[in-house]
């Protein structure tokens, strides 16, 4: 990835790759995150039946831990983002490294073109795992085909998104664990609360254009055809890149502007 870059980002994205790898607590997130595909991708594959095409999600029962698996990723990767990007405020390195970066926009890219492929490869492993352990232990069971093809895509869609989402936050507000309890406390309890109230009073379309929403209809593609509020995947996919780039230039644009 680094020959391609150009090369007077070349330093910058080396130093903050150097940042991301020598973290213990990224390296045991990068093991654990495959470790849980495996566990809740064999579970479901040898539990469940053979797949209906009339149920949710489409690609069969058995691969209800592949969802399930991409989930928890998503959310590791939006907080590994917000992580990563505030900890130099919280470690007043900021400063420092705009000394020997002093192109502000040289050390955004670099920090989010990082954060990104970081969490695009994890990622890539995790779907790896749970695509093996499901066409071992779920052949007859999953609906192998362009549909589940385009469900491991939009995961890695939707990791990349919410890493990118967590770092542009976590600049916005200078803090990685105010970034953290926002982004968790949003997809966790704030956005199902607004989906209940939506769907309550027949509103159901204005959540589509929430990004937890967004998540959900670029994964779980073909499932859920008449849920309200979830918007077809095309349109979904749409939603969920305007709000990383919303959030991500939201966090390019405080971090040129202000001091630090």
Known sequence: MITLLPPDLVPAVNSELRKAATLRSNAMLAAVLPAVALVACLATSVRSGPADPDADPATGAASIGLYAAIAVTILAAAVFGAAGAGAEFRYHSMPVTALFTTDRDRLIASKLLVTGAIALTVAVAVELVGF??????????????????????????????????????????????????????????????????????????????????????TVAVGSFPDSDILAPTPAAVVVLLLWTIACAGAGWWTLRTRDL
């Open 132 to 217: 093996a352990c499901l066409l071992i232990f779920g052949r007859g069971k999953v609906e192998f085909g362009t549909q589940l093809v385009t469900v491991l895509g939009g995961g890695l869609l939707a990791t990349t998104c919410w890493s990118l989402i967590g770092a542009g936050l976590a600049l916005v507000l200078r803090k990685s664990g105010a970034a953290i309890a926002v982004l968790l406390g949003w997809l966790l309890i704030a956005e199902p609360l607004i989906w209940l109230i939506a769907n309550a009073v027949g509103m159901g379309g204005v959540a589509t254009l929430l990004p937890g929403s967004a998540t959900i209809a």
